[in-house]
């Protein structure tokens, strides 16, 4: 009996226990908030593809933005991801946070497309549609960060 306690106590000490992670509190902001950004991280996951046609339209359109390559270096995040919501089915989503704490992050802007293709994913008409969505989002953020920063006309 006192093996088999021995045992039991040596297993627990041996499991990997890990503390929980904490989970992100997301808050509601407004796309005013945009006013003043200077410096912006673009993220898109692993897809450097989609990162470099979103920063290169980030900055043809808006010049002034300084793009970095490390979160820690900028006022916000702009975020763009392809999701899998069901089998064949997918989601562009797209947001602008600004992190506030540790765990704590603003939902300045957001931008989510879930439009089916128009023909099957082999035309040309479809490949498209599925290019033109980032421009799509950056075309909306652009647009809210002239209107942020006092420049209604685009």
Do not use: C
Not at 10 to 22: G, K, R, S, V, Y
């Amino acid at each position: 009996m006192f093996s088999k306690l021995i045992g039991l106590a040596f297993l627990i000490a041996a499991f990997p226990w890990q503390a929980p992670a904490q989970e992100r509190s997301v808050e509601y902001g407004q796309a005013t908030e945009l006013r003043g950004v200077s410096r912006i991280f673009v993220d898109t996951g692993a897809d450097t593809q989609q990162r470099n046609l979103i920063v290169r339209e980030i900055q043809k359109r808006l010049p002034e933005l300084e793009v970095v390559s490390r979160p820690e270096e900028s006022d916000i995040h702009v975020r763009f991801f392809l999701t899998g919501s069901a089998p064949g089915k997918t989601d562009w989503l797209g947001t602008v946070v600004k992190i506030v704490g540790s765990n704590r992050v603003r939902v300045l802007f957001s931008y989510k497309d879930n439009t089916p293709p128009l023909f099957d994913d082999a035309t040309f008409l479809s490949s498209a549609m599925e290019l033109a969505k980032p421009h799509i989002f950056v075309s909306q953020f652009v647009r809210a960060y002239k209107k942020a920063n006092g420049a209604d006309r685009i």
